[in-house]
């Protein structure tokens, strides 16, 4: 008993020790930007991830943060207000041959709210995509991620270099390219074209014509009832 009640001292001591100490250093930037119904979101960032969803509230609530401490230190970061659109860069200010402990190493993320009714132009040197609930074309473009679209009002075009694109519930147009991932697709209402070189390809419910080819793995195609709008299927390594 006595020893069960040295250890319980033991790990409250413990315990009140690290509640002192210093948290790990880290950044986090908040801002609110002016952006109104009907306005475009840009993103062009060198690294991280992006998570952007709609709202009914007005303007562009952007969060970044990063487990690092030097993040401005590192990165030219900008937030500017133009008419009609919110634009936020981050970009490196030294030569790449600096960056390598830094980039295996790191987590940056972007979040950010708009109003729903927002075009998005969004590109990043090494993260996720993440859109969801927003009405307006939108493009993503990642060099190192997954992206994910969901309920989207409007035209998409996606492209990784390196993760699997999923895509859900799109009244327009769909584009998607991955060079190193899945694709998957369901509820796509308008034409589909869809193009990876290292996985299968899975698409449901779609209401438009469907144009689908892969290098590297199996094509799955379901038509939404009444569709007669066809398309072409191909692949190099797989069933169809």
């Known amino acids: 008993m006595n020893r069960f009640f040295h250890r319980s001292i033991l790990v409250a001591a413990a315990v009140a020790l690290f509640s002192y100490l210093p948290a790990l250093a880290e950044t986090r930037i908040e801002k609110n930007l002016k952006l109104d119904s009907g306005g475009k979101l840009i993103v062009v960032a060198d690294v991280g991830s992006l998570t952007v969803s709609g709202s009914s509230s007005s303007g562009a609530h952007v969060v970044l943060t ?61 993260g996720h995509l993440k859109l969801s609930s927003l009405e307006g074309d939108a493009n993503a473009e990642t060099s190192g991620g997954h992206i994910e679209v969901t309920d989207l009002q409007g035209n998409l075009t996606a492209e990784t270099s390196g993760g699997h694109i999923a895509v859900k519930h799109i009244s327009g147009n769909a584009k998607v390219e991955t060079s190193g991932g899945h694709i998957e697709a369901d509820g796509v209402d308008g034409n589909l074209n869809a193009e990876t070189s290292g996985g299968h390809i899975e698409i449901h419910g779609a209401k438009g014509r469907v144009d689908a080819d892969t290098s590297g793995g199996q094509v799955e195609v379901s038509f939404a009832k009444g569709n007669a709008h066809g398309g072409k299927i191909e692949s190099s390594g797989g069933g169809i």
């Open 66 to 126: 990063s487990d690092k401490d030097d993040l401005e230190s590192r990165f030219d970061l900008k937030f500017e207000e133009l008419p009609g659109e919110v634009r936020i860069t981050l970009k490196k200010k030294d030569a790449l041959t600096s960056w390598t402990n830094w980039f295996s190493s790191s987590k940056v993320r972007f979040e950010i709210k708009v109003p729903t009714k927002t075009a998005t132009d969004l590109q990043t040197g090494g």
